[in-house]
């Protein structure tokens, strides 16, 4: 089918993938999700979320090893600390690093204004959160 020879590519340029691909997953985690973290997260944490993405030589603190969340948490993924983490807007990050985006800010911008706008933002943080918590490693 021309839309999954097209999708890769799509990918590489971080654009939205169609919603077609996310019909594929049964899971909770999907293209879509998967998508979603190589274009926002990626550059930093890296495409397995280890720490290693192409912008991680620049900033002042290494990119956390995203799957190691879990484990740093006696074994349990930090579920909400980590959506609070990504949106940034919560005081969890009073004292954080600058070089993590606010994405909670972000994806307010790229959103359109609507009534439903929070409810997307959230759906957003919450697919990536859903893709952290299915990169954890042992
Ligand atoms: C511009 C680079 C950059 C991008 C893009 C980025 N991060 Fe980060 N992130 C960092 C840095 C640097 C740290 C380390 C901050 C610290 O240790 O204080 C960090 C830390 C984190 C932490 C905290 C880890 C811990 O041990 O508590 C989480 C969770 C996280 N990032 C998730 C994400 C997710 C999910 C995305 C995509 C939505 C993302 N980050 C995008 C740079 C980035």
New binding site residues.
């Given amino acids: 089918m021309m839309l999954l020879r097209v999708a890769p590519i799509v990918l590489v340029l971080g654009l939205a993938v169609p919603a077609v691909c996310v019909a594929q997953g049964e899971s909770e985690t999907n293209s879509e999700s998967q998508e ?2 190589l274009r ?2 990626g ?3 890296g495409p397995q979320g280890v720490g290693n ?1 192409v ?2 030589g620049f ?6 090893d ?1 799957t ?2 879990a484990k ?1 948490n006696g074994g349990e993924f ?1 579920f909400h ?2 959506m609070q ?2 949106d940034g807007t919560q005081d969890v990050r009073a004292h ?2 600058p ?3 606010v ?1 909670g800010e972000v994806f307010k911008h790229e959103t359109a204004v609507s009534p439903t706008r929070q409810a997307e933002i959230r759906g957003k ?1 919450l697919l ?2 859903l893709y ?1 918590r299915s990169i954890q490693q042992e």
């Fill in positions: 979603m973290f926002y997260c550059t930093c944490h993405g912008m991680s900033l002042k603190k290494k990119p956390a995203l190691q969340l740093k930090p600390r980590t983490f990504i954080g690093d070089d993590m985006p994405w943080i990536i959160t952290v």
